[in-house]
């Protein structure tokens, strides 16, 4: 079965720096990845995906990851955050192989920007 | 926009009690999921179908059940609610192939 590491559980960041939320995964099969946010009292909104293709994804509002296959993550980055930032951001895997349906959630990291 | 409604935000249940948690999507989805989100420990999946009338268990799927009747409505159901199922439960969609699931707004219910 998969799983899905994330090694910060929070973290604080002052406001226009860079900030990476680190995410591995447990297995180098074939998979599918996601960064979800989820703001306070809401559901999670997907932030970006990596299916195939080039191994560095982008969001609208400026975060990207990169899928590293060797090492099996796909840590999330931006390089200037904004208040509006704050929220929990989860990373998902799916195996991509017929049949697979499940999607493994980490257990989420709190970014909280600072003022 | 792919839309998933949840028939409530917020619901307080007594021990005991039968309780239903409805979940809608839009989208003509094959594939919808239940999981419970609890503080530390992220998102765990409860229940999954694949179509109308099939489902599979996930990771905790003890004291839930599911049913699935029509493509869009997918029910969790929890037979004798307990004080440890107190918790949000998120539903999401999904269609067929490599995407990614679309969540409802959730569902934060309390058993007292």
């Known amino acids: 079965a998969q799983s899905v590491t994330q090694l910060d559980s929070q973290v604080p960041v002052f406001e226009e720096a860079p900030v990476e939320l680190r995410c591995n995964y447990s297995s180098s099969v074939s998979v599918y990845l996601f960064w979800y946010v989820q703001y306070p009292n809401q559901g999670l909104q997907l932030l970006l995906k990596?299916?195939?293709?080039?191994?560095l994804v982008e969001s609208i509002n400026g975060f990207e990851a990169e899928f590293n296959k060797s090492q099996t993550s796909f840590h999330l980055r931006k390089p200037s955050v904004h208040i509006s930032d704050t929220a929990e951001y989860f990373c998902?895997?799916?195996?991509?192989?017929?049949?697979?349906?499940?999607?493994?959630f980490g257990k989420g990291t709190k970014l909280s920007v600072i003022p | 926009d792919v839309k998933v409604t949840q028939s409530s935000r917020y619901l307080v249940k007594r021990t005991g009690e039968k309780v239903f948690l409805e979940c809608v999507q839009d989208m003509d989805h094959e594939n919808m999921f239940w999981y419970r989100q609890d503080p530390g420990l992220g998102l765990r999946l409860i229940y999954f179908?694949?179509?109308?009338?099939?489902?599979e268990k996930g990771d905790i799927p003890e004291g839930y059940s599911v049913s699935r009747e029509k493509k869009e409505r997918f029910s969790l159901i929890l037979e004798s609610a307990s004080t440890n199922q107190t918790s949000m439960y998120l539903c999401?969609?999904?269609?067929?192939?490599?995407?990614?699931?679309?969540f409802g707004p959730g569902t934060r219910l309390t058993v007292t």
């Open positions: 179908s694949y179509d109308v009338k099939m489902k």
């Open positions: 999401a969609s999904r269609g067929q192939g490599a995407g990614e699931q679309y």
């Open positions: 998902a895997v799916r195996y991509s192989g017929a049949g697979s349906y499940q999607l493994t």
């Open positions: 990596y299916l195939s293709g080039s191994t």
